[in-house]
């Protein structure tokens, strides 16, 4: 089983400045996916960013990037030029590329101050 | 692509009575996943099925949920005498297999009194 633990209930920002969110997991596989999911209050889990395991390179997809320290099993997500839409809870997950099940983190509840 | 749907989007009955929510999946995708969400956690998974086919149960699946996908295309969750603690978002999701990301619909949150 695998187990991710995001250690950081709730965080703030100020508009147009960057906030990093930590995520650590645990998983005795050595191939796994680690993702980055944000729930608006629309409900809908919306893919943020993904990281495949093998690639030492961290991901980045516009304003959204990663921290991926593979030995100390510790994801994290820097949002940089904050916007009043990145408002969200953002769940850490994670998959074995053998495996079928995602777990997810508890959450972090990002607010953005205008 | 209309993405993931899921009906109703709010569900109140009362302890005992029965329910039963549906997910369609989008089109092309041959998996679909069946999470719970209880408020301050992340979704929890329940079971999923590649087509028509259920693969894979958690133990938090009683045996007062039965989920079904009968074509390979929608599916269909029931929950049998309701509990207050299954109040929850119950969240659908879908995937091609092999593609390692999940598409998830907007919830169905259920509340029994």
């Known amino acids: 089983a695998q187990t991710v633990t995001q250690s950081q209930p709730e965080m703030s920002v100020q508009e147009a400045e960057t906030v990093t969110l930590s995520c650590t997991y645990d998983?005795?596989?050595?191939?796994?996916?680690l993702f980055w999911y944000k729930q608006p209050p629309s409900r809908q889990m919306i893919l943020v960013i993904r990281?495949?395991?093998?690639?030492?390179q961290n991901a980045t997809e516009n304003r959204f990037s990663v921290n991926f320290q593979k030995a100390a099993k510790s994801f994290s997500l820097k949002i940089s030029d904050s916007q009043l839409g990145d408002a969200a809870m953002y769940f850490c997950?994670?998959?074995?590329?053998?495996?079928?099940?995602?777990?997810f983190g508890t959450g972090t509840s990002l607010t953005v101050i205008p | 692509d209309t993405g993931v749907s899921q009906d109703p989007r709010h569900k109140i009955t009362k302890r005992g009575q029965n329910v039963t929510f549906r997910c369609d999946p989008i089109?092309?995708?041959?998996?679909l996943y069946w999470y719970r969400q209880t408020l301050g956690q992340g979704p929890e998974f329940l079971t999923y099925?590649?087509?028509?086919?259920?693969?894979?149960k958690s133990r938090l699946l009683s045996d007062r949920f039965s989920a079904e996908r009968p074509k390979g295309s929608f599916s269909t969750l029931e929950i049998q005498r309701t509990e207050q603690g299954d109040s929850a978002m119950y969240l659908c999701?879908?995937?091609?297999?092999?593609?390692?990301?999940?598409?998830f619909g907007s919830g169905t949150q259920l509340s029994v009194l």
């Open positions: 998983t005795s596989e050595s191939d796994y996916y």
């Open positions: 997950a994670s998959l074995s590329n053998t495996g079928n099940q995602f777990y």
């Open positions: 089109s092309e995708h041959n998996r």
């Open positions: 099925f590649q087509n028509e086919a259920q693969l894979e």
């Open positions: 990281q495949e395991a093998y690639k030492q």
């Open positions: 999701a879908s995937s091609l297999m092999g593609a390692k990301k999940l598409f």
